[in-house]
């Protein structure tokens, strides 16, 4: 089923010029957090490298009033929902002011934001995407007129869940975009060896929605794909299926050494697709940005990052006696 054709005005180069910075400042936490785990000062990172692309274009493309329902790897995604990079340092150190999770939980890996609408993310990997389109039914129900935005990875869609979050959504005509960011990657296991057909967004026929493939490190081809789902999902024709073809540049997580099922020409190729390097080339050619003030932003949130990790570091540790607080039991 192919997607129906929705006239989307198009982006500005102010908008542009935002996604930019959106993705630098992902890059910069990305970065700053390797460097931190490497020191022995945090635990871990889930890096997004290579990700940033398609994660500010979908993430944009929705509004205030609409819902995130991000996977784990999903900083740029949270970024663009208003999340600063000191709330994001003071979960990466495990913080009594994290507003996260409140130190509960390691650096991106399950956590919620309900003032930014980011629901709560989830290490079970698709367990997510049943409620996401669960979300979507209730704005449906409400007719509040939100949209649902659900990303994941490739690996995800080898899960149950995969099918009966979609289906239910496809079956009820429900306001939700599915992003899928495909890597080629399930942690280790290469794509090839997931799924005869490498192409997710063909599964789509099968649910009768549209189902669209796009080239995740083209940010303003992903950003006119995800509006025009969005868009469609608004009014009232359900849900969309939205594959990027994307590159994952670092390993699968900081505990993860991808050179062991990875050969170097693979990497090499990875870092020609950075989809910031890209993007950042698209800018400069049609004039809307400097090659030396790309370099300046790229600069001025490296340092954002490094000093707001060196002050989350520094505030309160979570007291002990307040563990339990806002969890319950069964």
Known sequence: MMATTTRVEA??????????????????????????????????????????GIQVASTAAIGADDWLVPHYRGLANAIVRGLTMKEWMLAVFAKAGDPLSGGRNIPGGCYSYRALKIAPVSQVVSSWIPKASGIAYAAKLRGDGAVVLCTFGDGATSQGEFHEGVNFAA??????????????????????????????????AGYGIPGVTVDGTDVPASFAACREAVARARRGEGPTLIEAKIW?????????????????????????????????AWLIERGWIKEEDARGVQAACDREASEAADWAEQEPDPIAEQALTNLFGG
Request: aromatic share 6%; net charge neutral.
């Open 11 to 52: 982006a500005t180069s102010e908008e542009y010029l935002q996604l930019h910075r959106w993705m630098c400042m992902a890059k910069a936490l990305d970065d700053r957090m390797h460097i931190l785990v490497k020191q022995g000062r945090a635990p871990f990172v889930g890096s997004s490298r290579g990700h940033e």
């Open 171 to 204: 079956i009820h005509r429900l306001p939700v975009v599915f992003v899928c960011e495909n890597n080629s990657y399930a942690i280790s296991v290469p794509i090839r060896l997931q799924m005869a057909n490498p192409n997710v967004a063909d599964r789509a």
């Open 248 to 280: 994952r540049i670092n390993s699968h997580t900081s505990e993860d050494n991808q050179l062991k099922y990875r050969g170097q020409d693979e990497l090499d190729e990875a870092a020609r697709h950075d989809p910031i390097t890209r993007f950042t």
